[in-house]
């Protein structure tokens, strides 16, 4: 079977995991047992599904059979081969859990995502640990994908979320949701979880951008629910807003070939509308109640690019301003480094090079960072050292689509560097 042919598997897959994993957590109360029950029934799905078509609602589909699998597997170690009569054996032949999974919805297991967040963002948790399990477990991410998101190696991420699980397992963590109390406490967490969900399919490009844009819609999805629950909570606001407001652009992003669209040459007639007004209704609402976060400064940011109908309108001085209230709040080389953008735009590039000069040791295996250093000095007439910095950053590309797009850089280069007189051989 081609790749094409499972494309729709893997995205259904993906999208389903978070609302799977939670409900045979629930069943199951234990993180190992649920993650290997919907590790089987993915197994189980490659082999169905492309012969007896997807089911209405995979996520039931494979809740149902993780469930019977895991079941099957218990009794059979301990010896109890009986099955009760509510439960289907598991076969090879046919589907026999569609007729339960088709009499199920989104209503039996609206509460599981949101309880397995919060038990991955348990207070025995260090953030930093709360985070990369939930980043694992709830959205299936590789160890390598998390690791890049935080910046770190595989191996230290590796670790990090072994720790997590082995002291989830060792303080007995009640697998139930938390009272109102706890869920503020954990708040943050979440959130910060979520973001970094959103993130992982925003980054992707190529041919991965498709199959891992439902971690957007699931990101999305969880902001809404978790601004369902704070109402009152601007920061939530603000994160949903940022979510909305930047998936908006997601159409405009790649051309035909999957290669990447930068915001400037976006067709901004494929943004979608609807998506950003409610985003900046959003992001409006939450600044009236006068309690600044970085998510609400990140909204007003991206509201400020969805506003501008044409590239030139954007306020650069204003984004200027609030990347700077963002560094104070949130200090970050990375933060440091988008704010160089637009100081590039109202101050030119050689202020901005100037001020991402003290990043290079921190950022010294950051894509980002050597393709925004080579843009500017390829601006400032500095060819040669711009070719050193996108050299660099092919070599850290994490993407097809992204190597190509700093190619197509080198590619001017060389060109403008040809002297006029002399054809090329």
């Known amino acids: 079977m081609s790749v094409t042919d ?61 469930r019977n699998v895991a079941i099957d597997d218990i009794r059979r170690g301990k010896k109890q081969e009986a099955l009760p009569d509510d439960d289907r054996a598991i076969s090879d032949l046919d589907d026999a859990e569609d007729e339960i999974a088709e009499r199920l919805d989104g209503s039996h297991y609206r509460d599981d995502i ?172 939450a600044m009236r109640h006068r309690r600044s976060g970085p998510y609400q400064v990140q909204a007003a940011i991206a509201a400020l690019h969805a506003r501008a109908e044409k590239p030139e309108d954007t306020d650069w001085t204003q984004i200027d301003l609030l990347y700077g209230a963002l560094e104070v709040m949130q200090p970050s080389p990375v933060i440091t480094l988008n704010r160089a953008v637009a100081v590039s735009k109202v101050k030119g590039p050689e202020a901005a090079l100037e001020m991402i000069e003290p990043l290079a040791p921190r950022l010294s295996n950051y894509f980002h960072y050597f393709g925004v250093r080579g843009a500017f000095l390829m601006q400032l007439g500095r060819n040669e050292e711009a070719r050193v910095a996108f050299d660099r950053a092919i070599a850290l590309a994490n993407t097809t689509a992204e190597a190509a797009h700093i190619r197509m850089h080198i590619d001017r280069l060389m060109r403008d560097s040809q002297p006029r007189n002399v054809k090329a051989k």
């Not at 029934?41 to 078509?53: D, H």
């Not at 930093?128 to 991410?141: D, E, K, W």
């Not at 230290?156 to 109102?180: C, H, L, S, W, Y």
């Not at 943004?271 to 209704?281: M, P, R, T």
Request: net charge neutral.
């Open 114 to 285: 949101l309880r397995l967040l919060f038990i991955c963002c348990h207070k025995d948790l260090p953030p930093t640990q709360q985070i990369a399990l939930a980043l694992r477990i709830v959205s299936g991410l590789t160890v390598k994908q998390i690791a890049r998101a935080f910046l770190v190696s595989e191996a230290a991420m590796e670790q990090r979320i072994t720790r997590a699980k082995a002291r989830v397992a060792d303080a007995n963590v009640p697998f139930e949701t938390p009272g109102a109390v706890e869920r503020s406490e954990r708040l943050a967490s979440v959130a910060a979880m979520i973001y970094l969900i959103f993130n992982e399919g925003y980054s992707a490009s190529g041919d991965t951008a498709e199959i891992r844009s439902p971690l957007c819609e699931e990101a999305i999805r969880l902001a809404r629910l978790l601004l369902r629950l704070f109402q009152s909570e601007p920061e939530i606001m603000g994160l949903t807003a940022l979510l909305l407001l930047q998936h908006a652009r997601a159409e405009a992003r790649f051309d035909a070939d999957g290669q990447v669209i930068l915001l400037d040459d976006q067709d901004r007639s494929l943004w979608n509308q609807k998506l950003i007004a409610e985003g900046a209704a959003l992001i409006d609402k």
């Open 6 to 66: 499972t494309a729709w598997i893997d995205a259904a897959l993906t999208s389903a995991r978070p609302q799977a994993v939670g409900a045979l957590l629930r069943y199951f109360r234990n993180l190992d047992t649920a993650e290997e029950a919907f590790q089987n029934a993915c197994l189980r799905a490659l082999k169905s599904w492309p012969q007896n078509g997807p089911p209405r609602d995979p996520a039931s589909w494979l809740i149902m059979v993780g």
